[in-house]
């Protein structure tokens, strides 16, 4: 086999120059479900205080059981794409489940919330239209907008985090724009913070704007009974276009959705480009996704335990004496300044026998990196105490309390 010896290099070389940045990602193998504590191979047991698996469905019975079901039912893959023979009654079954739990008349899986994303910015924005996005807004919001940009004439811009007026000027500068969009998460996966909806709904409706909302990290976490940032906010029905993941509070296998009107997902059935030209989700994957739909209906407890973990969590945290950003989600970011700070203090945890990432610059802000803690409805209150001696241990061996 030959390989170009300067490409081999280059990338030898980018990949040297990461580790030496102290930015270069280790990859831990797991050897268990998901769950509050996991076997991490080499290290034993492990606690886990990292994962989007906030209602602990990762490893519930029913939702491994139906996947299992569906496996057997419909088999490992679907061997197409949807519109020629991938679409499976299961898949039906899935959207029908989806867009009843977050308020909307339909809703389109994809094989990934990425790839919905991705989807939906570049099939319904044409030339002439204006597309604004928060500063602090996934990556998959940002390249979708891009990839939109580049195939069409439309004009996009960028308001910064959370800030209201800046968002009514930008839309204010595009009244000539055909239509108008703003894009912006449910919760911020860096910051935990909750997006202001009742104002982006009013902007919206002011400037004749379509809202598109990423709930990825606020499906299953927000509101009384999981449903969504619509839900925490008492405004189910009210957001033009919802898009969320599978892969996270939904059981975390994989997957990603739109969710909006049966128009809008028609639509998307006939001109998405990763409908067209991707296989379907896989059955088992739609069949764990829809038993984890049925179980938060039937389970809204489970949604109030995440409620109270990361309620005494952060309330812990804080008097021990660290620092978090302000917040009400199960995302609790510890700021501690460097980033090589950040990547200690990691490591130090795991040796410790807690897993928690941490975070530095360029993904977050010069001079505030942070670990960020994510809690789970399926860690018991001794996972947490332990987590947070742990966190305090290390954190005054770092003097950062």
Sequence with gaps: ?????????????????????????????????QA???QMEGRGEVLILSSNNYLGLCAEPAVVEAGIDG??????????????????????ELE???????????????????????????????????????????????DSIRLAKSIT??????????????LRAKLATAKGARRRMVWSDGIFSMEGSIAPLPDLVQICRDHDAILVIDDSHATGVLGATGRGTAE??????????????????????????????????DYLTQRSRPQLFSNALPP????????????????PERVQALRDNARYFREQIIEAGFTPLAGETPIVPI?????????????????????????GFPVVPQGHARIRCQVSAAHTRDDLDEAIRAIVKVGRSLKII
Aim: proline content about 1%; aromatic content about 8%; some cysteine.
């Design 96 to 142: 029908v489940a989806l867009a009843r739990f977050v308020g909307t008349e339909a809703s389109l899986s994809y094989v990934s919330a990425w790839n919905a994303n991705e989807g939906l910015t570049a099939t319904v924005v044409e030339d002439g239209d204006f597309v604004c996005s928060d500063a602090l807004n996934h990556a998959s919001i940002i």
């Design 36 to 38: 509050a504590r996991v």
């Design 71 to 92: 496996l057997r039912r419909f088999g490992a893959g679907t061997g197409s794409v949807r519109f020629i023979c991938g679409t499976f009654t299961v898949h039906r």
């Design 153 to 166: 004439k439309c004009q996009t811009a960028v308001y910064r985090h959370a800030d209201l007026d800046d």
């Design 284 to 299: 088992t994957v739609a069949a764990s996704a829809l038993a984890s739909v049925e179980f938060i209906e039937q389970h």
């Design 1 to 33: 086999m030959s390989i170009n010896a300067e490409f081999q290099s280059s990338l030898e070389a980018r990949l040297q120059q990461l580790r030496d940045e102290r930015v270069y990602k280790q990859l831990n193998y797991l050897d268990s479900p």
């Design 232 to 265: 925490h906010f008492g405004m189910l029905g009210e957001v033009d276009i919802i898009t969320s993941t599978l892969g996270k509070a939904l059981g975390g296998a994989a997957g990603g959705f739109v969710a909006g009107s049966a128009a809008l997902c």
């Design 335 to 359: 700021i501690v300044g460097e980033t090589s700070t950040a990547i200690q203090m990691s490591a130090l945890l795991l040796a410790e026998g807690v897993f928690v990432t941490g975070f």
